[in-house]
């Protein structure tokens, strides 16, 4: 906060203790570290404030509590000591804190506003402040009443309407949204809604503020309305809608209400979980589980050593723990087995429960989506002769409520495992799609890589034939080789009158006939189409032969062509990359000034990076465009992210002008946020998406002048009042009212109390002046060589590449020479400065002629302000005035800073402090 502001300063002072402590004696505390600094006059440069309307905020007493009082320009006290923070005057009112309270003083020191809030900041010049009173930020008037209370979700630390500014930049917690890709809208919220969670049940659980930190959950509709309030529920966890029941938390223990939030028991538990059947699993306060159902009566009790782990299959429920696994069934039917050391394997709407304790896994069971068991006992039974593959199967690790629907016909599926027999004098066997165990004795062995039906087999005869999900020969073993089918069709080689043929074959076993030039020069099949070749190395081309109408697509002109996928491959020409359907025409036609690799992202959709297009971006980041391959045409393009599908034809994206979006297959943004998001979840067609703390900037009636879309405070600087302002990585020049006022100017830097801008020319390495409307005035060699934050009356000092500084004017003349290792800002015709060369590391003043008015010989300077400075060196701090003389000086005697004159005489106390010890 502002009122404390220098002591984030002091508080660096800490590693200086042991030379302080030899300087003079102070007690020790571990927050001391700032009044000792403030003990010794080469570390005192905050322990006095620069001259504003008059007075001087300074620091005098060095006991544990600070004592900060007011000196006029004679360094006379003008208030006294008695407070423990001060501020310097604005606008005729000062912030000082009494005690643990702030509140304001008149030039008199009397109390124009009680002590009374907690924080506080300078008034404007319109008349009102910004305090914080019951941990709430407010508007406040020069008389202390509250003019308007700003929203929980605004930061309590607010640097207020700093100097007296008209803005106050104010930061404050940006609300979630929560967008529906099915309707193209954004949820509306109710104000101080906090955080928000994908829905539960057709409802929206949504936080409510009730403090700055904290707040209190219930749930929305569709279009924003409160339909459980958050005082009904009085939760501050996230609570869990299932049906009509909900479940609450308050403090450590959970309960069931229903919606109005009346209490449906009398039970409380540790924890609860809704399952998708409408049942919950609970944990009781002594640890014991249960699951109840939907009317919350006990089903069943749940073995803890069962269901440390849970997790979603389908409809069905896992739960597995140290003594075994529980299986909860879309009908609340429940199966309890001892597995150890289980495996669960998903194999598309099934899955594979197995037993990994020995070297060779051993099937357990098989289930589907509903938690209902697939293998009978036989089978079991059976199984356990054989070592089992299941074929096309993942590890389940984490939920999965959606799985695709179960396939009937056996003819376009695999069987579901392939069984080696532990009596190797028997033959392979496989699971069918029924669930049985079935083998053949004239089936020698089975293509362990199937991906694709049907599944081949080679035989006793060394014949190679092939079988459906049932194992029902959908090829005869006729042939002496099958390779794997791709697709709807393989090759196939047989055999007659000791002469092999290679044939094009059907998952049926039908042949196709080739011609003899596309055959000769076949090289693989992919998306129903013969990839064929002409010519040699780089004359090599690539062409396409429909298999099904025994017709060319493409005749051979592709440098490269990669395999389909959902009716689209990835093909090259001399141009470059572009995208060909199944008809072997450009779906996206290749363009040689674009570079890069198309993705496939699906939907009919294809994404490009830029980042192969040397020279367009830095190496930092990739920009991407997103292309109909149903068009041709770019659908957008220069986005900041890899766009994340959303529900059917709509995707999640970060515009290059900043921000997030929703982008629908049209280009359009049908719903956007002008900032961008911390985090995201998509389900579904929804996306929920939260947000950092953003800075804006409220004017005097405390509505926002410039909406919080901003990731740094501002500082508008006088007399332009334009400011930088950074947004997600975006930074820009803006005006007091959050407009750009010059295109082209985003990195520019408007000097103070000038009516110019400095800005680096990255190409040419040099630094521009330029006035307001954007005319270059100069130019300057090296980049950030004009110092911006130390123009002041209508000079600039400026960094040569030696690393030396001098002035020039606001016309970028030459003023001053670069002769000094450091300046300050030149205020009332005076600057600090430094020069090494002749004065090692102390600091003195120089005049607008560059030549040294108060020489070197002060460990620290301030800037003049009002005509008078303070410095500090040999032991003491010293007031200068408009001539450079010493006006009064700070000494330390007995604990306390006091106050003299060039003489030594007291200004301040009347009389010589008297030390308790009997010495200074």
Not at 518 to 535: C, D, F
Not at 633 to 653: K, N, T, Y
Not at 717 to 723: F, H, M, Q, Y
């Amino acid at each position: 906060m502002i009122c404390s502001e220098k002591f984030k300063h002091l508080s660096n002072f800490s590693a200086l203790a042991l030379v302080l402590n030899a300087t003079f004696s102070l007690p020790v505390h571990a927050d001391d570290s700032p009044l000792r600094a403030c003990g010794n006059a080469k570390t005192a440069k905050e322990c006095q404030l620069p001259f504003q309307q008059g007075l001087s905020a300074v620091l005098v007493g060095l006991s544990r509590e600070a004592q900060w009082g007011y000196l006029d320009t004679s360094g006379h006290m003008a208030i006294k000591p008695d407070f423990s923070d001060a501020r310097g005057f604005v606008n005729d009112l000062a912030v000082v804190k009494k005690g643990d309270q702030y509140g304001y003083i008149d030039k008199k020191g009397h109390w124009v506003i009680e002590p009374r809030f907690t924080r506080a900041t300078d008034f404007n010049a319109q008349g009102t402040a910004l305090v914080v009173t019951d941990n709430r930020l407010a508007l406040i008037d020069r008389k202390g009443a509250v003019v308007k209370t700003l929203p929980f979700a605004v930061s309590l630390d607010s640097q207020g309407f700093a100097g007296g500014q008209a803005l106050a930049s104010v930061q404050t917690q940006v609300s979630p949204a929560l967008w529906n890709a099915a309707t193209d809208r954004s949820l509306s919220l109710p104000d101080d809604v906090m955080a928000l969670d994908l829905p539960q049940s057709g409802l929206i659980p949504a936080k409510k503020r009730d403090s700055a930190n904290d707040g209190y959950w219930g749930y929305l509709d569709e279009n924003g309305d409160w339909v459980i309030d958050p005082m009904i529920l009085k939760t501050r966890d996230e609570p869990q809608l299932s049906g009509d029941v909900v479940a609450v938390k308050i403090k450590s223990l959970w309960s069931f209400v229903d919606r109005q939030g009346v209490s449906l028991n009398k039970e409380q538990y540790k924890s609860v979980r809704p399952l998708s059947s409408g049942s919950w699993l609970v944990t009781g306060s002594d640890n014991s589980k249960q699951l109840l159902s939907r009317k919350l009566e006990k089903i069943q009790d749940i073995a803890a050593d069962q269901s440390e782990k849970i997790i979603v299959w389908g409809k069905a429920t896992l739960g597995t723990g140290s003594k075994g696994i529980i299986i909860v069934g879309a009908d609340n039917q429940i199966v309890s087995l001892k597995v150890n050391k289980p495996q669960f394997l998903q194999q598309d709407n099934r899955l594979w429960i197995m037993q990994t304790e020995s070297k060779v896994p051993q099937v357990v069971q098989v289930y589907d989506n509903n938690g209902v068991a697939l293998l009978n006992d036989a089978t079991l039974a059976a199984l356990k002769d054989y070592q089992a593959k299941p074929l096309g199967t993942s590890v389940l690790a984490e939920d999965i409520a959606a799985l695709p629907e179960a396939t009937a016909d056996a003819s376009h599926t695999l069987p579901w495992a392939i069984l080696t027999p532990a009596d190797t004098a028997k033959p392979p066997a496989i699971l069918t799609s029924q669930g049985n165990v079935l083998s053949d004795p004239q089936w020698a062995a089975i293509d362990a890589d199937a991906s694709q039906a049907p599944l081949i087999i080679h035989t006793q005869t060394q014949k190679v034939g092939a079988v459906d999900g049932a194992g029902k020969w959908v090829i005869q073993p006729v042939y002496q080789q099958i390779n794997t089918f791709s697709g709807d069709y393989t090759w196939a080689v047989e055999n007659s009158n000791n002469t092999d043929t290679k044939r094009l074959i059907d998952r049926n076993g039908n042949a196709t006939d080739v011609p003899e030039d596309i055959l000769q020069n076949a090289q693989r099949i992919s998306g129903g189409l013969l990839y064929y070749t002409e010519g040699t190395n780089d004359a090599r081309r690539w062409g396409l032969w429909d298999i099904a109408s025994k017709s060319i697509k493409a005749v051979p002109q592709f440098t490269q062509i990669e395999s389909f996928n959902e009716g689209y491959a990835l093909a090259k020409d001399d141009a470059g990359w572009g995208v060909i359907g199944t008809n072997g025409t450009w779906a996206i036609t290749p363009d040689s000034s674009r570079g890069g690799k198309f993705q496939y992202i699906g939907q009919d959709v294809f994404t490009l990076s830029d980042n192969d297009q040397p020279g367009e971006r830095s190496d930092l980041s990739s920009h991407y465009s997103l292309y109909s391959a149903n068009s041709g045409q770019v659908i957008v393009e220069d986005l900041l992210a890899r766009p994340q599908s959303v529900g059917q034809g709509h995707w999640l994206v970060q515009p290059s002008e900043g921000g997030v979006a929703l982008l629908d297959s049209a280009g359009r943004y049908p719903v956007s946020k002008a900032i961008a998001a911390s985090s995201s979840s998509v389900q579904g067609d929804w996306v929920m998406l939260s947000f950092s703390p953003h800075f804006g900037a409220i004017n005097v009636q405390g509505d926002w002048q410039i909406q919080p879309l901003y990731t740094a405070e501002f500082n508008f600087i006088s007399p332009l009042n334009w400011s930088r302002a950074v947004s997600d990585g975006h930074t820009t020049l803006i005006n007091d009212h959050g407009a750009v006022p010059l295109d082209g100017f985003e990195q520019a830097l408007p000097l103070n109390s000038l009516v110019r801008l400095t800005m680096n020319d990255d190409v040419t390495g040099e630094t521009v002046l330029y006035d307001n409307e954007g005319n270059e005035i100069q130019r300057f060699a090296g980049l950030d060589s004009l110092q911006a934050n130390k123009a002041s009356a209508g000079v600039i000092p400026l960094r040569d590449n030696k690393g030396l500084y001098g002035f020039v004017d606001q016309q970028g003349k030459k003023l001053i020479g670069s002769y000094f290792d450091q300046v300050g800002a030149m205020n009332n015709n005076f600057a600090t400065a430094m020069k090494k060369s002749t004065y090692g590391n102390l600091f003195g003043y120089i005049t607008t002629t560059g030549r040294f008015a108060i020489l070197p010989k002060f460990d620290w300077a301030d800037d003049f302000s009002e005509k008078h400075a303070w410095a500090g060196g040999k032991g003491v701090v010293s007031l200068l005035n408009a001539e450079g003389a010493v006006q009064a000086k700070i000494q330390v005697r007995c604990n306390q800073r006091v106050i003299v004159d060039v003489k030594g005489a007291y200004l301040w106390p009347v009389k010589a402090p008297s030390c308790g010890t009997g010495g200074n």
